[in-house]
């Protein structure tokens, strides 16, 4: 070894060495051949840099780099370099692959049609996201773009119920700080979702040679579970710092500089890897793995370098605002920047039928807003669309790390769309629209036990709108009878009307009508 600088060494009689090669040092480091010169070769060190020393030997490993993978690293937090860091010992890998793989080609891809439902009201319905789908997830510092991520994590318990098929969550932590992976660690843990996820981490404090390999190990990890038939979703968290880590390892490598210094190639270091999310086609196993890549931008500079590129690469992006943020509008979606390109061929039909019209009043909204800040006076029709705006505004309001199952999605949004929600609930100002939803879903839920009303909602093209009509009246008439009375069940006055007591034959439209019938008396 002839000089080391910043985890960057420089190594002379290496003959037959391989680009990506593991190395090994003789004081028990190990490293990766990233540039192969005539007569020397520069590689990055990974564990061990403090051991490294001029002079010493260095021997080849004979294999490109590679990482464990395996059903193990589920449930656990580890390194790049597939070790663990949570304290509960070793994981046994089942194989070991490369981290860099060439992307499935086109033959062996299928077309999107299956969702991965984030449980954000604003996503599911205007940026869906299908299985097998690259969506970027971009804003400023702090606008909840990690927040938008786990949610998406958090939801998979849902559709687990839903689709039975398990999606194995991989998050990448590329430079964040241990408290901000610990208390991520801990939300996971305490809600149940830690089974089904893993998280790779590269720390901030750890060299930029792992912060540069941990996407791309991750990556081939979660490949493990698409190539065996399953579904997989990686989040890496985020893309702006690993475009960092790299920019610092190629000045060091001395290799030439472009725009904002960043390398030539920095384009090819995202698309090579977001290139590898796939829907495979059933000859090949029908498994899928999505990508959620996160940017950060700085003062809502979508045009930046790295945030144009990765837009470039990805099938869509959803753009976090921080006006809106600041605004209390939470998750703050942007509608208008925001977009999906394939997903909407996996929505349901009745959400894409609901969330069409969303869009189109959104878009007339912010237009008629604009009008409205000059304070003139407003007509009959512009006053009504400010204010179908607004309410439509507060709807797609989400509390933090609450995800929605689709089925109370649907039912939110085809309530809000009737004549009868605006007229009786959104013109009331006695009603808060948030209880009255919570209470209706209590209601439906101890009546039907949802089951009916799930599948109409989600494999219809539309909803079986009698039984609806009949179920939602009923609850108006109950909500304003009894002054919103909080659901238990243990509560005897509803016991009667609970769908286990009259059996699983009995023809659903009756059935409504002998509740609504019993709510009359």
């Known amino acids: 070894m002839l000089s080391f600088k910043d985890s960057v060494v420089t190594i002379s009689g290496l003959n037959g060495v391989q680009a990506n090669e593991l190395i090994y040092f003789e004081g028990g480091a190990s490293g990766v051949a990233l540039n192969l010169e005539y007569s020397i070769v520069?590689?990055?060190?990974?564990?061990?840099?403090n051991s490294v020393r001029t002079s010493e030997i260095v021997k080849r490993s004979n294999v490109v780099?590679?990482?464990?993978v395996g059903q193990a690293i589920l449930g656990r937090i580890v390194n790049p370099l597939g070790l663990a860091i949570d304290g509960l010992g070793d994981i046994k890998f089942e194989i070991f692959r490369p981290i860099e793989q060439k992307a499935p080609g086109v033959i062996t891809r299928k077309k999107i049609n299956q969702p991965i439902e984030t449980g954000l009201?604003?996503?599911?319905?205007?940026?869906?996201i299908g299985r097998g789908q690259r969506e970027l997830i971009l804003g400023d510092r702090k606008t909840g773009k990690t927040t938008v991520a786990i949610d998406a994590i958090l939801n998979q318990m849902e559709a687990q119920k839903k689709f039975s098929d398990a999606v194995s969550c991989i998050y990448v932590a590329i430079g964040k700080r241990m408290a901000e992976i610990v208390r991520i660690y801990k939300l996971l843990q305490n809600r149940g979702a830690?089974?089904?996820t893993a998280l790779v981490v590269a720390r901030a404090s750890d060299p930029a040679s792992l912060q540069f390999i941990a996407p791309y190990a991750a990556c081939t990890m979660a490949e493990y579970f698409t190539y065996k038939g399953d579904h997989a979703l990686i989040i890496y968290d985020d893309l702006s710092r690993h475009a960092d880590a790299y920019r610092q390892i190629s000045l060091?490598?001395?290799r030439p500089v472009g725009r904002e210094a960043y390398p030539g190639d920095i384009f090819y270091l995202h698309s090579r890897l977001l290139e590898r999310a796939v829907k495979l086609d059933l000859s090949y196993g029908g498994g899928s793995l999505t990508a959620l890549p996160v940017v950060e931008t700085i003062q809502g500079d979508v045009s930046a370098y790295i945030p144009t590129n990765v837009i470039s690469i990805t099938d869509g992006q959803i753009y976090l605002d921080l006006n809106r943020h600041q605004e209390g509008v939470r998750p703050a979606v942007d509608p208008g920047?925001?977009?999906?390109r394939v997903g909407s061929s996996a929505q349901s039909k009745l959400m894409k039928k609901l969330a069409g019209s969303l869009k189109l009043e959104l878009a007339q909204f912010r237009e008629v807003e604009q009008f409205s800040k000059f304070g003139s006076e407003l007509d009959p029709i512009t006053r009504s669309l400010l204010l179908r705006g607004k309410m439509m505004v507060n709807l797609l309001k989400q509390d933090r790390n609450k995800p929605l199952p689709t089925y109370k999605q649907l039912l939110i949004f085809?309530?809000?769309s009737t004549k009868f929600f605006e007229e009786n609930i959104s013109s009331n100002p006695q009603i808060n629209v948030d209880d009255y939803f919570s209470n209706l879903f209590g209601f439906l839920e101890l009546i039907t036990y949802m089951m009916p009303i799930k599948v109409s909602l989600e494999k219809e093209s539309s909803a079986n709108s009698e039984l609806l009509t009949d179920l939602i009246r009923a609850h108006f008439f109950f909500f304003f009878k009894l002054q919103a009375v909080k659901f238990t069940e243990k509560s005897s006055t509803y016991l009667p009307a609970h769908s286990s007591c009259y059996g699983d034959t009995i023809d659903l439209n009756a059935k409504a009508s002998l509740l609504v019938s019993n709510f009359k008396e």
Do not use: C
């Open 252 to 254: 060091l490598l001395r």
């Open 337 to 340: 920047l925001s977009v999906s």
């Open 121 to 128: 009201k604003i996503v599911d319905s205007l940026v869906p």
């Open 194 to 196: 830690m089974p089904y």
């Open 65 to 68: 780099m590679q990482v464990g």
């Open 42 to 49: 520069k590689a990055l060190v990974f564990g061990g840099a």
């Open 414 to 416: 085809y309530v809000s």
